[in-house]
């Protein structure tokens, strides 16, 4: 069992900038691959970015490209997610993702962080 506790979230206005945390309590945090996701009122939970267990590869939605970045502290075992230029419709929970890289279908959740953008 692999506990995410994230931290960061906030009120913040139209254009301003946020910093999730996502801190696991789990040794071999290496061995997970993270991601965030993010659930809007009235709407499903959905993609927003993913790093693998080294760091190394990166990826994210179209709509957050080019305004959000994605880091890892593997001596912490924390996840971070960097949100710039921030959108009254980007308001939701927040939520971080760990999934093992070795044992498909393994994965945990965390219990989510708001958002709140102010326009």
């Not at 080019?66 to 960097?82: C, E, H, M, P, W």
């Amino acid at each position: 069992q692999v506990q995410l506790a994230e931290s960061g979230g906030g009120l913040v206005q139209d254009g301003g900038s946020l910093r999730l945390s996502c801190a696991a309590s789990v040794r071999t945090f290496s061995l997970y691959d993270m991601g965030w996701y993010r659930q809007a009122p009235g709407k499903e939970r959905e993609f927003v970015a993913f790093i693998n267990g080294n760091g190394g590869s990166t990826s994210f939605a179209d709509s957050v490209k080019g305004r959000f970045t994605i880091s890892r502290d593997n001596a912490k075992a924390t996840v971070y997610l960097q949100m710039n230029s921030l959108k009254p419709e980007e308001t939701a929970i927040y939520y971080c993702n760990a999934q093992n890289r070795l044992i498909k279908g393994l994965g945990f959740w965390g219990q989510g962080t708001q958002v709140t953008v102010s326009s």
